[in-house]
């Protein structure tokens, strides 16, 4: 929902009624994850997408008709063939889209919502899609951190503790997934089922070195949907003129920096790391705290074959171990023959799409098995 969030909030607010379609299970190859969202506005407009243009047309009429009737429907789509082409994935996936009526009747807590997304405040909305009981069908909480569960009901305490214990857990690690329950919030158990939307603040991408390449890799950071820091202890160079892709330009010592961070408990297991500078008086003492952390998404470093070399000799000197000398990619990258800051900086992430997701960066024409792989974390 956050890509067409804009437009959602612009007809909600004039009063509008619009049809949303969002994909809430994916299974095999399908096109787009959990959470991807398709507006249907009242003039009749579309806006998103829920399969990358396969059965778009399906739920542009599904839509319309949900809006005309208000009852909230859960529809499968699966592999095409020749009696159902049009509505079918010619991929091989399948996907589960569930479509709503909203407006400020049907969904008053859309404000709220809107307000805590644009803010990096941390919320989820979970809503039951599947049930039984088809009155309890489109019955949402709203779920955030510390917090008590917020919105009408899903129709009884236990329910409301077993989605929201299971909402903060999917929360923390910024996943949007269909849980399944018993009718009346059974863990083990089938017939309810309910979409959690976890919208997460972006994850964090730490770009140490201010040089020529930095400013490549955040953009391209700034594209996959990071919120971008570039740091250097070199006021020279750390300035927001020589970055304006980045969300911020820090001026200090990249470990010293990244301590603090880390203090602050800003740091998280989708945090990314790309340490650029290639000179041991920043990189050793900065890779001394990233690699002794628990928890990160991803760090890499720059540099040649020998500098990597040194770079290694260097940690063990200052008491790394072999497991976390392993958290290291370096050189960094993945090997596209990338000579340019902007080819380098697609190879960087190449290689944290593949670290994220568990692909292996090889020509998919060479490999078997699925093309979507599922998160390892």
């Known amino acids: 929902m956050r890509e067409v969030l804009p437009e959602l909030m612009r007809w909600w607010e004039a009063g509008e009624t619009i049809g949303v379609g969002t994909v809430v299970a994916t299974f095999q190859s399908a096109p787009r994850p959990p959470g991807a969202s398709m507006l249907v506005g009242p003039d009749g407009e579309a806006v998103g997408s829920v399969s990358g243009g396969c059965v778009e047309g399906a739920v542009y009429d599904l839509a ?83 917090e008590a569960v917020e ?85 020279v160079f750390a300035t927001a003129t020589r970055f304006p892709e980045a969300d911020e330009v820090v001026v200090d010592w990249p470990h010293r920096y990244l301590t603090k961070l880390v203090d602050a408990g800003s740091v998280d297991a989708r945090t990314v790391i790309t340490v650029l500078t290639h000179d041991p008086k920043f990189d050793v003492p900065l890779l001394e705290v990233a690699l002794r952390l628990p928890e990160l998404a991803y760090v890499g470093a720059m540099g040649s074959r020998r500098t990597h070399d040194d770079r290694t000799a260097r940690l063990r000197e200052a008491g790394l171990t072999d497991e976390e000398l392993a958290r290291l990619s370096s050189p960094i990258g993945l090997d596209l023959g990338a000579r340019t800051p902007e080819e380098t900086a697609i190879s960087i992430a190449a290689e944290i799409i593949a670290v994220r997701w568990g692909g292996t960066g090889q020509p998919l024409a060479v490999t078997d098995g699925r093309i979507h792989h599922l998160a390892d974390r």
Do not use: N
């Open 151 to 235: 919105g009408a009901s899903l129709g009884s305490a236990r329910m409301d503790d077993a989605v929201r214990d299971d909402a903060l857990g999917l929360l923390a690690s910024g996943t949007s997934a269909t849980l399944t329950y018993g009718p009346d919030g059974e863990r083990r158990g089938e017939g309810m089922k309910v979409f959690v939307w976890a919208f997460a603040p972006k994850p964090l991408m730490l770009v140490f070195g201010a040089i020529d390449f930095a400013a490549a890799v955040a953009r391209v950071g700034a594209f996959l949907g990071y919120h971008v820091t570039v740091c250097d202890a070199r006021p």
């Open 64 to 146: 319309q008709s949900v809006v005309a009737e208000g009852t909230p429907v859960l529809e499968r789509y699966g592999v095409s063939d020749d009696d159902a082409f049009a509505v079918g994935l010619t991929c091989g996936g399948i996907l589960d889209v569930y479509v709503e009526k909203v407006s400020r009747e049907t969904f008053p807590e859309l404000a709220d919502i809107a307000a805590d997304i644009e803010a990096g405040r941390p919320i989820a909305v979970a809503t039951v899609v599947e049930h039984p009981d088809p009155t309890v069908v489109g019955r949402r909480i709203l779920v955030r951190p510390d």
